[in-house]
Each structure stands twice: as structure tokens, then as C-alpha cells.
């Protein structure tokens, strides 16, 4: 199998600095929740040995033509929420790092019919797994006002949520809104401010709702405390304000989802985290300036203790 060029699918954001953080033994096991265009993942090999493994993750399809044939790498073609079940089918109890690169690859956005850039017109879709789920079409004709509101206000900080809730509800009762031009058609008499960045925040509200991704993220932290092993390094990467703040309270809090009642210490944690770095890392500006997408990413670090 040809080596898979990383950058013609996805420039990899932080990548010397999300595998340094990983703090990598030569010859342990590692997860990447996040395959894309492998490149995190061609990082994290060239510092493993003969008796490294890594365990890479991606939902979307595409990201499978992007493999390369090394011996040490297992794919699993599925969300990474599903971590620590396809960890026990593969016989893994503990890992010694996990890297989560969140967001959308630069392939999702630049190819058209995934739906998922204003760039272009193609059918409303936005699911990061083409193979199942609803499309964001579906999503938006069984979705309530509510539901609607909350998904513009939380994900995409939309100044005009409610105005906006009721006016695409109303519409798509008397008219189906199918394709990224019938979505901006119908709501261009109230975009607010620059139509750019008004368009991008309504589209990042729905692909997130479409792929319930803070869900996947609250699941895969939850999971990922008792996976690893003691001195273990979890490293996510965010691009949205709300999944920053998910990871830097889970550390915060020691990741202490789970009890144990003691007879003699009474209750107490079972596993723990906690922040290597008390604020994110950043992409420095020769990289923003390189990789503009990158602008917006910040990285933390916790340690499993």
C-alpha cells in the first residue's frame, strides 16, 4: 500500500506539540481517536519501535484511504466514543497515551458534497460517518424551535438564535430545505453582521448537533480516565470554545467520574487526572499563518495519576 500524503488531506494542527505531549514510550500503546490523513498518527509511529502499537480511530470512510501498511497500526473504522469497547475486543486493558484532534478535516470542507462548507452547493449532509445517521436535512425537518434555538445559541453563538429557530422551523413545514443554497436562501433576511462568518457559526451549530460531538467528547473523556495507565498522557485538541471548556474542567476535577465506597476511607476516587499545563497550547503564528484553520485550536494535556 502507497504511503498516504497527510498534507493533501489534512494539515495536522499542533502536530510536534500533541506527540511531544503524549510523552511516548518507544515500545508502548497508544490511541488516536482522530485518524484523518494520518498525519498525528505518522508522528506518533516514528517514535515507536518494532514493539509500539497504535490504535487509530475515524468514522468517515474516506479516512481510510489515507492507511499505510505498517504492522503496528490497527484502524477501527468507527467513532471514537466507542473507545473502550473496541479496546476489550482487541484485548487492551490500558493504554499509555491518547490523542483526540477534534473539529473537521480540511478534506470534509473542501469536498463539496460532504455539505459541510458554505463554499460550495451540494446536498446538506454534514455527517462526519456518510454510512449512517441523519443528514443535517433530516435533522432540520424533525428538529423543534427549541431544539433549534439552543444548538445556534450553544454551538454556534448566534447572536440572533431565536429569530433564527423560528424562521427555519416555519419554513421547512411548507418547504424542504435540502441543499447548503436552499439553507442560505431561506435565512438571508436575517443574517446579521458579516454573511461569511454569520453562515459559518449557523453551519457549525448543525454539523455539530448532526454528529452529536460534544456527546462523543463527553464519552470518550469519561472513558478514557480508567484506560489509561498511571503516568498515562490524554491530549485533546478543540476548536470550539464549548469542547475547550469540557476538557479543562474534566482536568480540572481530576476526572473523578467514578466512586468506590471504602470501609475504612469511606469514598473516595477511583481514577484520576490531572493538567500538565495550566493554560492550552496554542499554534504559534508561523503556523496560523501556514495552516489558517489552525487559528482557532488550543491543546491540553492531563496526566493520569
Not at 459559518?200 to 448537533?209: E, H, K, S, Y
Amino acid at each position: 500500500m502507497p504511503e498516504a500524503q497527510p498534507s493533501s488531506y489534512h494539515i495536522p494542527v499542533l502536530l510536534h506539540e500533541a506527540v511531544d505531549a503524549l510523552a511516548i514510550r518507544p515500545n508502548g500503546i497508544y490511541v488516536d481517536c482522530t485518524f484523518g490523513g494520518g498525519g498525528h498518527a505518522k508522528e506518533i509511529l516514528s517514535r515507536l519501535n518494532e514493539n509500539g502499537r497504535l490504535i487509530a480511530f475515524d468514522q468517515d470512510p474516506d479516512a481510510q484511504a489515507n492507511l499505510t501498511a505498517d504492522t503496528r497500526l490497527t484502524f477501527i473504522p468507527h467513532n471514537f466514543r466507542h473507545l473502550s469497547r473496541f479496546m476489550r475486543l482487541e484485548g487492551i486493558q490500558h493504554v499509555d497515551g491518547i490523542l483526540a484532534d477534534l473539529g473537521v478535516s480540511s478534506h470534509q470542507f473542501d469536498e463539496p458534497s460532504r455539505g459541510f462548507s458554505i463554499r460550495f452547493d451540494a446536498p446538506l449532509d454534514m455527517r462526519m460517518d456518510t454510512t449512517s445517521g441523519q443528514t443535517a436535512a433530516e435533522w432540520i425537518a424533525h428538529a423543534s424551535v427549541e431544539s433549534l434555538q439552543w444548538i445556534f445559541q450553544e454551538y454556534g453563538e448566534v447572536t440572533n438564535s431565536r429569530t433564527l429557530a423560528a424562521l427555519i422551523h416555519e419554513q421547512s413545514q411548507h418547504q424542504s430545505i435540502r441543499t447548503i443554497s436552499d439553507l442560505k436562501s431561506v435565512i438571508e433576511p436575517i443574517v446579521k453582521g458579516n454573511p461569511h462568518k454569520y453562515h459559518a457559526q449557523v453551519f457549525q451549530a448543525l454539523r455539530m448537533a448532526v454528529n452529536d460531538e460534544v456527546g462523543a467528547l463527553k464519552e470518550l473523556l469519561d472513558q478514557s480516565v480508567p484506560l489509561l495507565h498511571t503516568g498515562g498522557r490524554l491530549v485533546v485538541i478543540t476548536f470550539h470554545s464549548i469542547e475547550d471548556r469540557l476538557v479543562k474542567q474534566f482536568l480540572k476535577q481530576g476526572g473523578e467520574h467514578e466512586q468506590s465506597t471504602d470501609p475504612l476511607f469511606g469514598t473516595r476516587a477511583v481514577d484520576r487526572m490531572q493538567p500538565v499545563n495550566k493554560k492550552p497550547i496554542e499554534p504559534s503564528d508561523e503556523e496560523v499563518k501556514r495552516n489558517p484553520r489552525s487559528r482557532s485550536a488550543r491543546l491540553r494535556v492531563g496526566v493520569r495519576i
